[in-house]
Each structure stands twice: as C-alpha cells, then as structure tokens.
C-alpha cells in the first residue's frame, strides 16, 4: 500500500478537522449568496476551491466555516455583515443535510462522523464583529459561533493586530474581559492574526484551551501572522491548538515579497488584496502569469508541522488551511481536496498512525470538549458579565 492509500484510509477513521475555511465570505463576494449560483454539491472547482464532493475527496469531517467581515467593516455595519455570514452558513446547511451537519459542541462533532455528515462549526473572524459589546459576544455564540479570532489585520479599540502598529500593547482591561466572558460561554480564543503581545496577554487571562485556527511557525517563515516558539511551548499548560496554515506568504519566506507585491497590484487596480471576486482573481492570475511566484508545496507545510510538533507536542496541533480566504495555495493543496496529500508527508517523515489521528480529528475535539467544561464550571460560579469598554478602558484620571 503506497503512503497516499495509507492516508486516505488514516482519514476515513479520523477525518481533518479543518480550523478555517472562508467559503461564506466567498460566496457573499462572488454571487450575493445565491447558492443556487454556486451549488457546492457540485463541482466548483471553476470559482471555489471548497465543494463538498472535494471536502469529501479530502476526508474533511469537520469545517470551522469562517463568518468573517473584512475590518474596514465597524460598529453595527460589521455586527449585520456577520450575521449575514451566520446566515447563509445556516442556508448551506438546509441546502444540504445528507452531507453538512450543525455542531454546536464536541458531542455534536462525534456524531456527525459516526453518521458519515461533516460537523459544520463557525467561527467569527475579528473582535470588530462584537462592536465592544459583550451581549453582542454571547448573541453570537447563542446562534453557534464557536470561536472568535480577537482580531483581523487591523487593531480593535481592545486588542493589537499582527499586521499593524501596536496600539493598547496587546489587550486592555476590556480585552481581558472580553476573553474571561469568552471562557464563560465556551466561545474559543482564537489568537490567529493576533500580535504576539496580544497572544501572551490571553493565554495569561485564558482559563480554558485556546486555539490558532489558522497559524504556522514563526522560526520557520518570521511572518508576524505566525506564532513564536514562547507561545507554541506554552500551550501545552494552557491545552490550546495550533492549526497549521497553508497561506503561501505566511509559510514560505520567498512568497513573502512576492505577495507584498502581488497586493500592491490590487491595490492599483482599485481592489481590496483580498477580493475574491471573479474580477480579483483574474487580476491575481494575470500578476502570477506574469510574475511566476515562488511555490509552496506539502513539503513547506509538513516542515512547519514538524517545527509546531517538537515545541507544542502532538497533541497541540492541527490544520487551518484558509481555503476561499486565499488567492494562492501551495501544490498538492490547491483546494480542499489536497488533506491526503498533507498526510502522505507526514507519514513518509515518520508520523506514526496515532499521531496523525491527534492532529486531523482528537486535538481539535478535544479543545473544543475542555473549553465546553470550563464553561459549565466558570458558568455555575457566575452570571454574564456587562462591563464596558468605557468602564474598563476609561483614562485614568489620577494619571
């Protein structure tokens, strides 16, 4: 039996668990959310890189669907738009259940693999999507998010970005607030896209497992969207995640400049870097036809595995592939179709058949059934909390 049979027999057991994937903002951008316009149990490989008979392909038996809002989005306009994206995750569900499954905790999840259905998860992408409320923070985990990435590429008025000036110095007094009501509910911490300041302020505040839903290693490509070893060797304490990335420019050194360019050419063009619409990756495809970028491979994603597995251990990593939030993905993993490809790697390196199981589908349910205990225990304790960012934030003004 070759390593690619291997591993697609490894995933039929324990399929990925996959901690980010943006087809919801995809499908907004590219049709207004007329699913019956991308009928994802078809092949939609022409405009998509996620279709369910590729998520199939892949051994995906559970998807954290992204229900992000670009961060230029604030105040109630950023809270609409991320109902919208609840929204039509609910509308693929109804559209198809003999193959998507609501999850709501690591019970649900379990289920849906032994009735054969992908556990569908969502998880918000940004803190501007809670527009400094925290009843707005537990709306959203009412209607099923399950966790929430404190920030996008842009500084929040409470927490620091990877890809921006540093503002509060990580989070403020409401930004620990925020994580202390977000351990409370059961809603996970995602600390993707987060400053490093802003990682160790939460895992010092956390008292249940945090997650990077989709994070690679900083001593591997020092990219600031990437995690440093300080904070990969303290997870094992907090019980948190690390969920590899794909993202070219976030894994391979030599993308990096490659894509600060390939962006500056959207720019030019009058389009955000990350638009996803028809027009944006005809854009995106006549830059690389004519500026061939530096390709990723499996290989770049396995050495990055590798590197979170000697400093985390194997039962604090996993996979966040970013599907449909990207234009550009490494070879072998062009679409969600490429997870055997990732497990055939391993394998060859030495992965044993346990190991793999922890990093497709037992790490990441068992984050999700810790912070569902600490939610039980924090909530027999105490009742929400309605601070304020004008409360906790307010000037000091003996100062």
């Avoid at 569900?93 to 019970?107: E, I, K, T, Y």
Wanted: glycine share 8%; hydrophobic share 40%.
């Amino acid at each position: 039996m070759d390593q690619l049979e291997r591993a697609r027999e490894l995933l039929a057991e324990h399929p990925v668990v996959d901690g980010h994937n943006d087809l919801p903002w995809a499908l907004r951008e590219q049709v207004n959310y007329d699913l019956a316009a991308r009928d994802i149990a078809t092949d939609q490989s022409a405009h998509l890189h996620t279709d369910i008979p590729r998520l199939r392909a892949g051994g995906v038996g559970a998807q954290f669907w992204s229900v992000y809002v670009r961060s230029d989005m604030a105040g109630e306009d950023a809270v609409s738009a991320t109902l919208e994206q609840i929204d039509v995750v609910a509308e693929l569900l109804a559209r198809h259940p003999g193959d998507l499954r609501r999850a709501l905790s690591a019970d649900d999840m379990e289920a849906a693999r032994a009735e054969g259905r992908i556990a569908s998860l969502m998880g918000a992408e940004g803190g501007h999507s809670i527009n400094n409320s925290l009843g707005t923070l537990r709306a959203l985990h009412t209607l099923g998010v399950r966790y929430m990435t404190l920030t996008h590429n842009d500084n929040i008025a409470w927490a620091d970005s990877a890809t921006d000036e540093p503002g509060v110095g990580g989070l403020s007094p409401f930004g620990h607030e925020v994580v202390r009501e977000m351990n409370r509910t059961g809603m996970l911490v995602d600390l993707s896209h987060v400053a490093a300041t802003t990682m160790r302020d939460a895992l010092r505040t956390s008292t249940a497992p945090v997650m990077f839903s989709h994070s690679s290693a900083r001593a591997i490509c020092d990219h600031p969207r990437n995690i440093p070893d300080d904070v990969l060797a303290q997870l094992p304490a907090n019980g948190g995640i690390a969920m590899a990335t794909f993202v070219p420019k976030f894994v391979l050194p030599e993308a990096v400049a490659w894509t600060t360019s390939a962006d500056e050419n959207m720019r030019a063009q009058g389009l955000h870097h990350l638009d996803t619409t028809e027009r944006g990756m005809k854009v995106h495809a006549a830059f690389e036809a004519a500026n061939p970028r530096p390709m990723a491979t499996v290989a770049t994603i396995a050495d990055h595995l590798d590197h979170m597995r000697e400093v985390a251990g194997i039962d604090h990593i996993g996979i966040g592939g970013d599907y449909d939030g990207t234009a550009f993905l490494p070879q072998g993993l062009q679409d969600v179709a490429g997870y055997p490809n990732l497990i055939a790697e391993l394998l060859g390196r030495g992965w044993s058949a346990a190991d793999l199981a922890r990093l497709t589908w037992q790490n990441a349910v068992r984050v999700l059934r810790a912070a569902e205990d600490v939610s039980r225990e924090l909530s027999a304790r105490r009742g929400p909390s309605h601070a304020t960012i004008e409360q906790l934030d307010a000037p000091d003004p003996t100062a």
